[in-house]
């Protein structure tokens, strides 16, 4: 366990309860080409996972501090500018559990804005870019208390370590590119408990498009919190988490030589295989629309005539991602004008591409 590690060390709370100020982060979200399904023990993979880091969908999170008014600290939470109870709800539950690793939380009052760039209920999940941003600005409102400078692997190894406990997948969103989460021997350093950053990748993959189409924006029917949990009796579980093992071996080999033909053969069985499983469960639900199958057979159409290296992944819900080298960004821009915003809720999509990770804006 990392806990008594990363609690928080040194700060002198009646010097630091003293002090206000604010820290800023802008975090993206991030697409899983292995999938992580099915958790054990406190938010612990059961397989490992890789994912490109996004770029155009991200959270951007303040945090206002300052010495608390009451006796003990409150929060006080506002997204895009309006109160929202069921988030304030899941960042406080989620700071509870966190009371022991940062201490000095007690003694402030917090104020915390948030925004997300891509529209709100698009379907695309927020709590990867939103927890990580938010870690992000406890761990910069730590720093400043105890007037440390923290290296910076370490700093956003414990922020993966702490969004990892509130959104599994949040734990990727840390590092520029891609990340792998989940113990793996084919990558030294990984670990369980946080995410790390592929750092000998092929540049192909550092440009890479993903065009996300949104097919329905409305809510989850289940959320990936029970998915999770309906592995637990699925027959296929123990094959899954071997197959993602060898997966994410592969992966990471294709990552490394840019092949790209391999790479879409492997992200759109990982893909599909998610799909299977949540069919495959007790009960089982079906997460795709007609309009996410119609895709992918244009999709698989457009690639046989066209012989262009795109292909499509998916995550728990209808939307498509699509993914491709910029170079073949005008072809296939072209072709999802033409033939695929049609099966788009509103002809609705997001142009988004792999980028560096979060920064302080
Ligand atoms: O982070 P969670 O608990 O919302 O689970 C995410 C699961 C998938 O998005 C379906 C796959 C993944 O690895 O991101």
């Known amino acids: 366990m990392l806990k008594t590690f990363y609690v928080s060390q040194a700060l002198k709370l009646e010097k630091a309860a003293a002090l206000s100020g ?18 054990h023990g406190h938010q612990l993979p059961n397989n490992p996972s890789v994912s490109l880091t996004l770029a155009e969908a991200y959270t951007r999170t303040r945090l206002l501090w300052r010495p ?48 997300n760039s891509f529209p709100h209920s698009s379907g695309i999940a ?12 406890l761990l910069d409102m730590e720093a400043r208390l105890s007037g440390q400078t923290p290296d ?7 922020a993966s370590w702490l969004a990892r406990q509130a959104s599994g997948s949040a734990a990727r969103s840390l590092f520029p590119y891609v990340s792998l989460w989940g113990e793996c021997q084919e990558m030294e350093g990984s670990s369980q408990e946080t995410a790390v950053a592929l750092t000998d990748l092929h540049p192909v993959f550092r440009t890479y498009r993903d065009s996300i189409l949104i097919v329905h924006s409305g ?3 289940v959320s990936s919190r029970a998915g999770h949990t309906l592995m637990e009796g699925n027959p296929f579980a123990s094959a899954r988490y071997a197959q993602a093992r060898v997966n994410t071996a592969r ?15 492997l992200v759109e069985s990982e893909a599909l295989q998610l799909h299977a499983l949540m069919m495959a469960s007790t009960p089982s639900f079906v997460l795709m629309k007609p309009e996410t199958l119609q895709i992918i057979e244009k999709l698989r159409q457009f690639r046989y005539e066209s012989q262009l290296p795109l292909c499509f992944t998916l995550d728990a819900g209808p939307n498509v991602h699509l993914l491709y080298p910029d170079e073949v960004r005008t072809q296939v821009q072209e072709f999802i004008h ?4 049609p099966y788009c809720e509103g002809g609705r999509w997001i142009d988004d591409h792999v980028g560096d990770g979060p920064f302080r804006y």
Request: charged share 25%; hydrophobic share 45%; with cysteine.
């Open 22 to 39: 604010t820290a800023a982060w802008q975090s993206p979200s991030n697409i899983a080409l292995v999938k992580y399904w099915g958790k």
């Open 68 to 115: 608390a008014e009451g006796k003990t600290g409150r929060m006080f939470f506002r997204f895009h500018g309006k109160e929202e109870p069921a988030f304030a709800e899941k960042m406080k539950k989620y700071l509870e559990k966190q009371a022991e690793v940062f201490p000095f939380l007690a003694a402030f009052d917090l104020e915390v804005e948030s925004s």
């Open 126 to 137: 927020s709590s990867a870019s939103s927890m990580s941003a938010f870690v992000l600005c």
């Open 152 to 158: 910076e692997e370490a700093f956003f190894r414990k």
């Open 219 to 221: 809510v989850k029917t």
């Open 251 to 265: 992966l990471l080999g294709i990552l490394r030589s840019g092949n790209l033909e391999d790479f879409v053969q």
């Open 338 to 341: 033409t033939e695929l915003l």
